[in-house]
T-cell receptor, first 114, second 112 residues
């Protein structure tokens, strides 16, 4: 069982470039999340999904878009990258929703925007 | 605004000792709390959770204590081992709300 897999693990972008982070989970979880982690700020929720075809904004959604076309995949897009988006991005999934239960995290994607 | 904070950013203990990691929360409406462990270069890993109708919950070598009166949460690790070295985060939410608010983390270092 791979759990939650994120690709790519590392990426360097120039300001204004676009990219997509892919998250895949093989646990048949309904709920998926994208977080960013910055030094001294803990994890902050960007967007989340409560099922295939649904997405919702989290705490820091500006500058990001997401899609959940398939239950097992949750994509995070940056249309025009900015240096402020330099961060480590974590995808997570959970069996139960509504804030309860365990979140299963991927190993992270480190993004640097120059 | 509402936030989850930690009393100590770093904690250093000897192998075999008990560790206590503290967390203060300010949102009195929060009713569900979770502790996560994050090892270097990895994603956070769930340790234990507790609902606001409880004041104590035990797991394997870990105990979480919740004091709603002073809005305080703690994680106790018994017989701390080198493998426990990591950053520990507390997180809070309201049941039914998908947004977890994470604290900034405490770095636990276990000395052999």
């Amino acid at each position: 069982n791979a759990g939650v897999t994120q690709t790519p693990k590392f990426r360097v972008l120039k300001t204004g470039q676009s990219m997509t982070l892919l998250c895949a989970q093989d646990m048949n979880h309904e709920y998926m999340y994208w977080y960013r982690q910055d030094p001294g700020m803990g994890l902050r929720l960007i967007h989340y999904s409560v099922g295939e075809g649904t997405t919702a904004k989290g705490e820091v959604p500006d500058g990001y878009n997401v899609s959940r076309l398939k239950k097992q995949n949750f994509l995070l897009g940056l249309e025009s990258a900015a240096p402020s988006q330099t961060s480590v991005y974590f995808c997570a999934s959970s069996l139960s929703g509504g804030g309860t239960g365990e979140l299963f995290f991927g190993e992270g994607s480190r993004l640097t925007v120059l | 605004g509402e936030s989850v904070g930690l009393h100590l950013p770093t904690l250093s203990v000897q192998e075999g000792d008990n560790s206590i990691i503290n967390c203060a929360y300010s949102n009195s409406a929060s009713d569900y709390f979770i502790w996560y462990k994050q090892e270097s270069g990895k994603g956070p890993q769930f340790i234990i959770d507790i609902r606001s109708n409880m004041d104590k919950r035990q797991g394997q070598r870990v105990t979480v204590l919740l004091n709603k009166t002073v809005k305080h949460l703690s994680l106790q690790i018994a017989a701390t081992q080198p493998g426990d070295s990591a950053v520990y985060f507390c997180a809070e939410t309201r049941l039914g709300n998908y947004k977890l608010t994470f604290g900034k983390g405490t770095l636990l270092t276990v000395n052999p």
